[in-house]
C-alpha cells in the first residue's frame, strides 16, 4: 500500500491533468479500503466561476432553488479518484454531494 502522501499527490494530479481549467483546488475526502485501495474526493472551481458566500442560514444567491449546506459551495465541481493499492488510477467519478 503506498502512503496517503503519495496517494493524494496521484489523485490530484490526475484530475487536474484532465480538467486543466479548474482552479482553486480542494482535498475533501480520503478513505482506504481494507485491501489498501484509495478512495480520494477533490474538489475545484471551474474557469469564470466566481466565488460567492452563504451567510448562515442563508440561500446563495446563484441558484434560490438549490439547497446547500453550510459549507458546501453549490459552484464546486467534486471528483472521486479511486485507486488500487500500487497507486493505479482505477477510476475518477463524479461525486455527489446530497444534502437532506
Same mark, same amino acid.
Given at each position: 500500500m503506498i502512503p496517503v502522501q503519495e496517494a493524494v &499527490?496521484?489523485?490530484?494530479?490526475? #484530475? @487536474?491533468?484532465?480538467? =486543466?481549467? +479548474? $482552479?482553486?483546488? $480542494?482535498?475533501?475526502? #480520503?478513505? #482506504?479500503?481494507?485491501?489498501g485501495a484509495w478512495d480520494i474526493t477533490v474538489s475545484y472551481l471551474s474557469a469564470g466561476t466566481g466565488s #460567492?458566500?452563504?451567510p448562515l442560514g442563508k440561500e446563495p444567491l446563484v441558484d =434560490?432553488? &438549490? @439547497?446547500?449546506?453550510? +459549507?458546501?459551495? =453549490?459552484? &464546486?465541481?467534486? @471528483?472521486s479518484v479511486e485507486l488500487d493499492p500500487q497507486g493505479k488510477v482505477k477510476a475518477v467519478r463524479i461525486r455527489p454531494i446530497v444534502v437532506g
Open positions: &499527490r496521484i489523485a490530484s494530479d490526475y #484530475v @487536474k491533468a484532465l480538467f =486543466p481549467d +479548474g $482552479r482553486d483546488w $480542494r482535498l475533501e475526502e #480520503v478513505e #482506504v479500503s481494507d485491501d #460567492v458566500t452563504t =434560490p432553488f &438549490r @439547497k446547500t449546506a453550510i +459549507g458546501i459551495d =453549490p459552484r &464546486r465541481t467534486f @471528483k
